[in-house]
């Protein structure tokens, strides 16, 4: 645990940009890690899990409370599901989605479901009504994993389509009402009897890293949610990326209090820990309580946020000792130059990694350089797929040229990112899915 009570007066006074060709080098290293998988490469998240059970088996993946489980054991666990699950009739393609809370079991069926090569669906566990029937029409999913905890979603929800739902109990989460005949009850004894040697691969032996192979839902802000697809070489060069962004490594101890279906937890977190073999901390919800104590307990090393986390940690009253902690890196968006100077003159020197994205953008940024306020810069444009066009927001629209084309911003303009698509077959990055 590193002592930072030394820290004793504000971290970053006053910031002085790094070099701008220091930025560029780590920014070039992101795109080669980027481009290390191919679209057609027959190579997928599940090849990445099991070649990890197999270089460290008893390493901790999975931290749950007191529970642990190891690398081979998130394996193993994952091999039952995808018997089930292939033995329900679930092939290479098909969607299923899931519903569920942070816990170990979102993880062992998630992988379940991409060993055999379906597609998962990631479903907001906060919604019921007309958005979780638009989110299980429009996936087309051909059945829902349900954890005990969200039945009441469902079971208050009208006009759902006519799948099945395969129940996940939870004990924390034990649920006494008459349920429907379409709810499998016996789904987690049947898990239970399945055997958790190696799945075939041959069962998805066709599945590309192109191919799809999660679904995750916008926010909806601007109507109902959308589904967004993800790639297996998306969702795992994210991980290969943020490897070289921070120097992750396997003594890293990432902490997952983010909801696992929104893309920051289910890529950024879960991806990078398991191109690096470390362990992920998960927690069902966030708590301001439980934060330091997470950390500490566990010597958590990485933290994904968004920013309102931080604004209620910063709200809690000064302790003794707060700079006393093994947090060494954050990683996320949406945290305010305000709070990011109040929160390294308070927590210590924590490196953060403010960025810009979206889960269905085919561009992003971030601050590689650890500059208070700022989501990143571009030292060379021509290395990029980024642009910045100028924007009216009087009339909101876009100033075009002679020739039709967007303006590039000038320094001082008002603008708005977009990223150009690439299209080449052995080019991954840029891509619109």
């Known amino acids: ?224 949610p959308k589904a967004a697809r993800y790639s297996h070489m998306r969702w795992m060069s994210s991980g290969d990326v943020m490897e070289v962004t921070m120097g992750a490594t396997a003594q890293d101890v990432f902490y997952c209090c983010l909801p696992l279906y929104h893309g920051a937890a289910a890529t950024s977190v879960t991806s990078t820990a398991l191109r690096v073999g470390a362990s992920i901390v998960v927690r069902r919800k966030f708590s301001v309580r439980e934060f330091w104590q997470d950390v500490r307990r566990n010597n958590i090393t990485v933290f994904q946020y968004i920013g309102e986390i931080c604004r209620y940690l910063l709200n809690q009253p000064v302790v003794a000792g707060e700079r006393e902690h093994s947090l060494r890196y954050m990683l996320g968006a949406g945290l305010t130059s305000e709070s990011w100077q109040r929160w390294l003159e308070r927590f210590g020197p924590i490196q953060v990694f403010e960025g810009w994205g979206a889960t269905e953008a085919n561009a992003n940024l971030i601050n590689v350089d650890n500059y208070v306020g700022s989501c990143g810069r571009v030292p060379d444009w021509s290395r990029t797929n980024l642009r910045l066009v100028r924007y009216d927001v009087e009339s909101d629209t876009h100033p075009r040229d002679e020739q039709g084309f967007y303006q590039l911003c000038q320094p001082g303009e008002v603008g708005e990112a977009m990223g150009f698509i690439v299209n080449h077959p052995q080019i991954g990055g840029g891509r619109f899915e």
């Not at 190891?70 to 519903?99: E, H, T, W």
């Not at 989110?135 to 389509?161: F, I, M, R, W, Y």
């Open 1 to 224: 645990m590193n002592d930072m009570s030394r820290f004793s007066t504000p971290v970053a006074p006053r910031q002085q940009p790094v070099p701008r060709e220091q930025t560029q080098e780590l920014l070039d290293l992101r795109s080669a890690a980027s481009a290390q998988i191919k679209p057609a490469d027959l190579y997928t998240l599940a090849d990445r899990l099991e070649a990890q059970a197999r270089s460290f088996p008893q390493r901790p993946f999975l931290i749950y409370g007191t529970d642990v489980y190891s690398y081979a054991q998130v394996d193993a666990q994952a091999n039952r599901m995808a018997r089930v699950f292939y033995d329900k009739g679930l092939r290479p393609g098909d969607v299923c989605a899931i519903a569920m809370e942070n816990r170990p079991q979102f993880f062992f069926c998630w992988f379940g479901l991409v060993k055999l090569g379906a597609v998962v669906a990631f479903i907001n566990t906060q919604v019921n009504g007309k958005p979780l029937v638009h989110a299980l029409q429009t996936t087309e999913a051909k059945a829902v994993v349900v954890g005990e905890e969200c039945l009441d979603n469902l079971l208050s929800t009208e006009g759902l389509p006519d799948v099945p739902w395969w129940l996940i109990e939870d004990p924390e989460n034990p649920h006494d009402r008459v349920l429907p005949a379409c709810v499998d009850q016996s789904f987690s004894e049947q898990i239970a009897r399945a055997a958790d040697t190696a799945f075939a691969r041959e069962v998805r032996a066709a599945i590309t890293a192109e191919s799809t192979t999660l679904l995750i839902f916008t926010s909806g802000t601007t109507g109902l």
